[in-house]
DNA sequence: AGGGTCATTCGGCAGATGGCTAATAGTATC
DNA sequence: GATACTATTAGCCATCTGCCGAATGACCCT
């Protein structure tokens, strides 16, 4: 746990924007700037002034009581993502892609793995997906160092995005917001539809990217992929 | 290497006691204060300062920029230590303990693992030994966080520490330096006693700690250790 | 005894931080 | 439309950072 703090201190700190380091922590962490300052004992504003690089070097005092911030709340709510978070072992590939030979539609996809839309399922046509990346939500977000957190969306344009190991389905789309080039489409892998956090379908609304869910096993997504090629 | 810069630099934002943090890492890079004060272009007292916790936060740009010049010092050195913290591999055990039944001395257990003395030998027979710990330097300082960098050293009294994986000696000797609970000697593994660093030296002198070396292979030694039993 | 490197302490100062309040605005939900 | 929650922006100010220079002690060396 503490080596987590570590890692979150630590990314803040030597980001390059570290109002947007922090930012990503906390939507990771699924807490608002209100709640977050009410928690501090300080105002919203300042928060967003954090978060917005108002001050370039915030002091290692702001960074600590803000990890510690994070780390309480979720501990209050039952320390769900913590626990995730710590059971993630290293060492371990995080994605895997299938592509495609020709293209396809996100219907087309859907309907092969048995996926649900959630979110923007008018745009599921109109875009051709010519593969799809299979990630592992969690250990993207633990071991992509902060400056290359957005470096493997660079090829997902035209791409679906699989996240496996995802419980709300908040962490994958905060991620995907912070890309500079998203992908066509995000599928959560093993999440009821009615599970899905609601900040997640919001991003996915104000992205046009269609998000849906799918409770198919791993191993038959892949076959199906793979033969769909 | 990304990924120590953001250990040590969470490290140091997370202490209670982040000067003495910074202090570690500048030691264990083996930088004086005024040589980092040199390549950091400020004077050698603002690094005292940062050192004795007269700013009690300070920015993460201080902190950013203190991790660089250390990484670009030993680079352009040869990048020797960080390729030696690099290579450690993670999950392994890095302490193991043998003790003996009845005390013996220094001098015995020298003569029996063929160590030389390299100071402090006038009291290499005044401390009654009952144990020997073997510590892996590099794994000590990388894997303990700060708060329990010293934790492993409270039962240390009346023993022995020995050190492998050192080069210099230095290391591991600021972390006796930092240790409130110190150990009877210190024995560095596979290093020629003319290559133990000067700063090491002076340590165990100031310290009053005999400080040794044996070039035995770390089988055969506890072999020896397991015999003296 | 003097010179060199090492580190510490302290007063001082420009400028930045850390915080506030108030105003603004986008989305949801009622 | 009103209310509530979200986040952002701007002006303001006390305090603290970030850095300096100078003075002070340790050492070690020759």
């Given at each position: 746990m503490d080596q987590l703090k570590v890692k979150i201190a630590g990314e803040i700190a030597l980001s390059s924007d570290p109002g947007n380091a922090m930012k990503k922590w906390r939507e990771v962490f699924g807490v608002s700037q209100s709640d977050l300052s009410h928690y501090l004992g300080i105002s919203p504003s300042t928060i967003s002034d954090y978060e917005s690089n108002r001050r370039k070097s915030p002091g290692i005092g702001v960074i600590r009581r803000f990890v510690d911030a994070l780390f309480q709340i979720d501990l209050k709510a039952g320390g769900e993502l913590i626990k995730r978070f710590m059971e993630?072992?290293?060492?371990?590939?995080f994605f895997e892609a299938v592509d495609f030979s020709k293209a396809t539609t996100g219907a087309k996809l859907l309907e092969a793995i048995q996926g649900e839309c959630v979110?923007?399922?008018?745009?599921?046509?109109e875009l051709p997906l010519y593969g799809v990346t299979i990630l592992d939500s969690i250990k993207i977000i633990l071991e992509l160092p902060y400056e290359s957190?957005?470096?493997?969306?660079?090829?997902?344009?035209q791409r679906a995005l699989l996240f496996t190991g995802?419980?709300?389905?908040r962490s994958p789309m905060v991620a995907v917001r912070l890309a500079p080039i998203k992908p066509a489409m995000v599928i959560l892998h093993d999440l009821p539809a009615d599970k899905v956090d609601r900040l997640a379908v919001k991003i996915a609304e104000s992205e046009g990217i269609p998000l849906a869910v799918t409770k198919l096993g791993l191993s038959e997504i892949k076959k199906k992929l793979e033969a769909s090629v």
């Open positions: 993630a072992e290293p060492e371990q590939k979110a923007c399922s008018r745009k599921v046509d957190f957005v470096r493997i969306y660079s090829t997902t344009s995802t419980s709300t389905g």
